[in-house]
T-cell receptor, first 114, second 114 residues
Framework: GENVEQHPSTLSVQEGDSAVIKCTYSDSASNYFPWYKQELGKRPQLIIDIRSNVGEKKDQRIAVTLNKTAKHFSLHITETQPEDSAVYFCAAAIPNFGNEKLTFGTGTRLTIIP | DGGITQSPKYLFRKEGQNVTLSCEQNLNHDAMYWYRQDPGQGLRLIYYSQIVNDFQKGDIAEGYSVSREKKESFPLTVTSAQKNPTAFYLC?????????????FGQGTRLTVV
């Protein structure tokens, strides 16, 4: 099965600086890579996703890059703000004729220092 | 709020007892999932269901059971066979039989064995 590793487990950055979270996956057949944000006491919510036919995707201050050869993908947050403080999860999915399932990384707790 | 509801929010169980966690969605989603969240271990998949009357084991199914008699409901039973049931449980749903779509999460149930 798929295995997703996520680093770092904790990350603290000064407000206004950039934050980068990295994930690697094991199965080269994976073709969908979403990122979820979980604020304290709340449910995870999708913030951005990328498919294997795309190398980079941006949405305002967040971007995701994918390197299929190296089997890793990263989340980039620029101009960080206090509301970016949360736990972030990456995930990967392998196509399987309707029985796909998401495999999540272990999460990164991001703290923005005012 | 998101159309997927878990109940109760907090649940206490005595050792040796079975307990059932509720998950209901009104999003007309075909796929539903149960995850377990432990500190430092991310979201681990327990069971998932792509259609009514069908479900698949995830990565940590031992000690759990599910049913999918209705499209909108996917209850999870934590049995006495689960050795370490204290955890935060998240239910999710997605629109179709592929995971190349957003997963919507419930607000979670925190189960404590006393």
């Amino acid at each position: 099965g798929e295995n997703v590793e996520q680093h770092p487990s904790t990350l603290s950055v000064q407000e206004g600086d950039s934050a980068v979270i990295k994930c690697t996956y094991s199965d080269s057949a994976s073709n969908y890579f979403p990122w979820y944000k979980q604020e304290l006491g709340k449910r995870p919510q999708l913030i951005i996703d990328i498919r294997s036919n795309v190398g980079e995707k941006k949405d305002q201050r967040i971007a995701v890059t994918l390197n299929k050869t190296a089997k890793h993908f990263s989340l980039h947050i620029t101009e960080t703000q206090p509301e970016d403080s949360a736990v972030y999860f990456c995930a990967a999915a392998i196509p399987n004729f309707g029985n796909e399932k998401l495999t999540f990384g272990t999460g990164t707790r991001l703290t923005i220092i005012p | 709020d998101g159309g997927i509801t878990q109940s109760p929010k907090y649940l206490f169980r005595k050792e040796g007892q079975n307990v059932t966690l509720s998950c209901e969605q009104n999003l007309n989603h075909d796929a539903m999932y149960w995850y377990r969240q432990d500190p430092g271990q991310g979201l681990r998949l327990i069971y998932y269901s792509q259609i009514v009357n069908d479900f698949q084991k995830g990565d940590i199914a031992e000690g759990y059971s599910v049913s999918r008699e209705k499209k909108e409901s996917f209850p999870l039973t934590v049995t006495s066979a689960q050795k370490n049931p204290t955890a935060f449980y998240l239910c999710a749903s997605s629109i179709g039989t592929g995971v190349n779509t957003e997963a919507f999460f419930g607000q979670g149930t925190r189960l404590t064995v006393v």
